[in-house]
């Protein structure tokens, strides 16, 4: 029995988490559950699922869970901030964390799992986005298990060697292939993306996910941060790593040998496929996901990315050149932008302008410890939120 802490499970992953572990009961126990606000929704979960644990973000919010929880004869403890976050990430009872706090707050829960050994399903992309080497370093040393939970990584995981050890050409990798939707408009005209609203931007086509995910799938910063996690995951320089779109969202990504193979991963579009196959690593388990119809698909279809239509795509791949803090400024400047668009303060076509003013902006330097990690970050949001006002 395997007990496991879910940071952010009020979300999209974490729903899906929870829908995969209820189909196993005589295999998963949550020990933990997290979310920031949502106290209602928490609840719920916390009387489903009946966690030793629930972390909230503040004290306002934990005093509701507390008598809300109480009214129900829910005995589950109660605790908030970013110290009880990483807490139950690295509690001596905990196996399995699956990380699905949505940008920079889930970084240090996160890297306590790593600190601690623990098995690590990874849907937060940010904390190797930020923290790259930091985060693998932690990872080494401790022996943690890291499995990729996007769609994307997950794939590729699925189609590299079981011995895989992020050396690329050592095992007859040429190239990896991360596909992408293209968002809601890939086929509008560039010249109308000025007048996006938020509710166009986060109408996904194909997956449900939260606002800021949608956000960055629409402007495809979300495909470029996956561009620079995939660099960290495999050990592959960004020449080695392609975009390739591709609408249907049935084939999650590919891996290109030098043989001239390619191997892909197709799925319906539903992240409790790689929940459930992360979960239960190396074996395979029912996830509720209904089987793919090849034959109603009918066609797959692949183009090239236009880096004039999607910028963001093409700043994170100078990120990643750069090095350093680089892609930890451009993931604070486009967390800032993008809150800034759902609230209505700046177009749809300033999000990628604010980010490329910043990182011309903001010093880039090393990250050598968490510190100096989250002062770059401060500084890039600062020069954003200048910038928006």
């Not at 009946?50 to 829910?74: D, F, H, M, S, Y």
């Not at 905990?94 to 829960?109: E, F, R, S, T, W």
């Not at 090849?294 to 236009?306: T, V």
Request: net charge negative; hydrophobic share 50%; aromatic share 4%.
């Amino acid at each position: 029995m395997q007990q496991i802490t879910i940071l952010g499970s009020t979300g999209s992953i974490g729903v899906s988490t929870l829908d995969v572990i209820g189909r196993h009961p005589d295999r998963y126990r949550v020990f933990a559950l997290t979310a920031h606000h949502r106290v209602a929704e928490l609840a719920v979960q916390c009387e489903h699922f009946e966690p030793q644990v629930a972390v909230v973000g503040t004290a306002q919010a934990a005093e509701t869970l507390v008598r809300v929880l109480a009214e129900k004869g829910i005995k589950t403890e109660v605790a908030y901030g970013e110290a009880a976050l990483c807490a139950a990430a690295s509690a001596p009872a905990c196996d399995v964390v699956m990380a699905a706090i949505v940008g920079a707050a889930g970084l240090a829960p996160t890297l306590a799992a790593a600190k601690t050994g623990k098995k690590i399903l990874l849907a937060n992309k940010e904390a190797l986005v930020m923290s790259g080497r930091l985060f693998m370093d932690a990872v080494g040393k401790s022996g943690a298990t890291l499995l990729p939970i996007d769609s994307e990584h997950n794939a590729i995981f699925q189609c590299l060697p079981a011995s895989y050890s992020r050396v690329p050409a050592g095992h007859g990798v040429a190239k990896i292939l991360l596909t992408a939707s293209g968002g809601p408009f890939l086929k509008r005209a560039v010249e109308t993306l000025e007048n996006v609203t938020p509710e166009e931007a986060v109408a996904h086509p194909n997956w449900v996910m939260g606002r800021k995910i949608s956000v960055d799938s629409a402007t495809m910063m979300n495909k470029g941060l996956e561009v620079i996690e995939a660099h960290w995951l495999f050990g592959a320089a960004a020449s080695e790593i392609e975009v390739v779109i591709h609408p249907q969202s049935v084939i999650h990504s590919m891996v290109s040998y030098v043989d001239g193979s390619v191997l892909a991963q197709l799925g319906n579009p539903d992240m409790r496929t790689p929940i459930a196959h992360a979960l239960a690593y190396p074996e395979r388990i029912a996830s509720g996901v209904s089987a793919m119809d090849l034959a109603q698909i009918g066609q797959l279809i692949f183009e090239r990315p236009d880096f004039g239509r999607f910028p963001c795509l093409k700043l994170a791949y100078d990120a990643l050149l750069a090095g350093g803090s680089a892609p930890a400024i451009l993931n604070a400047a486009n967390e800032v932008a993008v809150q800034a668009f759902l609230d209505r303060k700046i177009g749809f076509r300033a999000i990628d302008r604010v980010i490329a003013q910043v990182m011309e902006t903001v010093a880039h330097g090393e990250v050598t410890d968490i510190n100096s990690l989250l002062e770059q970050d401060g500084r890039a949001r600062e020069a954003a939120h200048s910038l928006i006002s």
